[in-house]
């Protein structure tokens, strides 16, 4: 199959002709019809170890089963599906407590160590980046990473569900537990910020703040249910937050830039008592500061990582897909471009000038 191969980190990738091994027990193949370039892949192409290359990275996807090994029941050829990196056994104390991104066996979702690598060239293994490796014709993983979409749901849509939405939407909806009459303030409006927004509006928060330097996804964020909008470019984002909440500050305030001073903002803008929730992807190595005294312990604000979302991928894909169908949940103003995988790089290029939501693979021949 054709698939884009990283050899060296922040050199471009090379469209080669990979292997990829039949499905074995408890694995799937699907074609892939669709794969969204996310930042966590961009990140990854500049910061990846060399222990860890040749790889295929791209993580968002969407496509259709060909093939499924002995024991998979879930799934059957023809199936829609979007993949989710959420990998999980499915029986440890975490999944049968329904947090699947907290497993403690992941490693049950790959093949043995003794096993043929699941992709290969020129007889040496290729890694897949998140078990996934998304920028190919087909990948072979675990069926726990996929979920069943309705076939009426475009691919493109249905890839940005499997990271951008599972990521932005389910950090406001599933960690944060948002209500009715929260407020909340989003620092990043790229598409998983444009989706913690839009997960706010949808559970029901009366003032969702969206934060950015540029205007035109300012502009955007109104579509995904922002009540109010900041030009952090040529105002102080704090002060403007404090404004609209009346001194106070926000209950949520949601970092989806992976940058150490849009984090500090966060924490800044999130009232006594509330909770900062750090879900950009952030480069190896970044240390971030605050003040232990004063804004944990006398200001009593918590400050989360968040996975994925806290997804269990089963349930919440399935779920967006359907608000999508009737109307309710914007995945159309996501998708900002299509391109095939001989001009991923100009896809990546796009993580540099922040210019658009969500780019999105859809031609691989």
């Known amino acids: 199959m054709r698939a884009a191969v990283l050899h060296t980190p922040g050199e471009p990738m090379t469209i080669e002709e990979v292997e990829i091994a039949a499905p074995g027990p408890g694995e799937v ?8 370039i996310c930042h966590s892949d961009f990140l990854a192409s500049r910061t990846l170890p060399p222990g860890l290359l040749p790889i295929i990275l791209g993580h968002e996807v969407a ?4 093939e499924v090994g002995p024991g998979v029941r879930r799934l059957t050829p023809g199936d829609h599906v979007v993949a989710c990196e959420v990998s999980h056994c499915g029986h440890c104390v975490e999944c049968i407590s329904g947090r699947p991104a907290r497993c403690i066996r ?21 890694a897949a980046f998140s078990h996934i490796g998304g920028f190919a014709e087909r990948i072979l993983l675990h069926p726990n990473n996929l979920a069943i979409v309705p076939k009426e749901l ?12 599972a990521t932005g939407a389910g950090a406001a909806i599933n960690t944060a537990s948002v209500r009715v009459g929260d407020t909340v303030a989003v620092f990043g409006c790229g598409g998983v910020g444009l989706s913690a927004l839009q997960g706010a509006a949808l559970a029901g928060a009366r003032r969702v703040i ?17 009540t109010d909008t900041i ?16 001194g106070i500050g926000v209950d949520y305030a949601f970092e989806a830039a992976g940058v150490t001073s849009t984090a500090r903002q966060a924490i800044a803008a999130t009232r006594p008592t509330g909770t900062t929730f750090l879900i950009g992807m952030q480069s190896p190595g970044t240390i971030l500061e605050f003040d232990v005294f004063q804004e944990l312990m006398l200001d009593k604000k918590s400050i989360h990582s968040v996975y994925m979302g806290s997804t269990n ?4 894909i399935p779920l967006y897909a359907e608000l999508y169908l009737q109307g309710r949940f914007n995945l159309d103003d996501l998708v900002s471009r299509h391109v ?20 999105v693979v859809t031609s691989f021949r």
């Open 63 to 66: 496509g259709v089963v060909l």
């Open 340 to 359: 095939s995988l001989d001009d991923l790089e100009e896809g990546f290029a796009s993580f540099q000038n922040g210019s658009v939501a969500r780019t």
């Open 210 to 226: 969206a934060i950015d330097i540029q205007l035109a996804k300012l502009d955007l964020a109104r579509r995904f249910g922002a």
């Open 29 to 36: 193949l699907v074609e892939v019809r669709a794969s969204g």
């Open 106 to 126: 992941t490693i049950e979702t790959e093949r043995q160590q003794d096993a043929d690598s699941r992709l290969s060239l020129d007889g040496k293994a290729v």
């Open 154 to 165: 475009p691919f493109d849509r249905a890839a940005v569900l499997g990271c951008a939405v």
């Open 313 to 316: 991928p089963q349930r919440d």
């Open 231 to 246: 030009d952090a470019s040529d105002t102080d984002a704090v002060t403007e937050v404090l404004r609209l909440t009346d």
